[in-house]
């Protein structure tokens, strides 16, 4: 395609972008499940005391922010990708 500019190309970045969106995607799928195996021990009593609770919520609340970081890093692929042109020129920078 050439505009006013000169000659574009397909952008390469744009489909490495949405590449890794996708990979990203996938991780932000499995880490729903990182620490549960530990959790569900816990409440299914393989540790019993009132450090064995503190311990729970301190995992809880990793696996919560865990999903938070994967959520958020999901978005901001997203949006750079979504704001790289699909085409640039052909004698521009990569």
Do not use: H, Y
Not at 48 to 55: Q, Y
Not at 63 to 85: C, F, H, M, N
């Amino acid at each position: 395609m050439t505009t006013m500019s000169g000659p574009e190309i397909v952008n390469p970045r744009k489909a490495e972008l949405r590449a890794l969106a996708d990979r990203a995607g996938e991780v932000e799928s499995a880490v729903a499940t990182v620490l549960e195996a530990a959790r569900s021990a816990l409440e299914g009593g393989a540790w019993v005391s009132s450090t064995a609770r503190t311990f729970e919520e301190g995992i809880t609340l990793a696996r919560q922010d865990i999903q938070r970081a994967a959520s958020g890093t999901v978005a901001a692929i997203e949006a750079e990708w979504a704001s790289t042109p699909a085409r640039i020129p052909a004698n521009g920078p990569i």
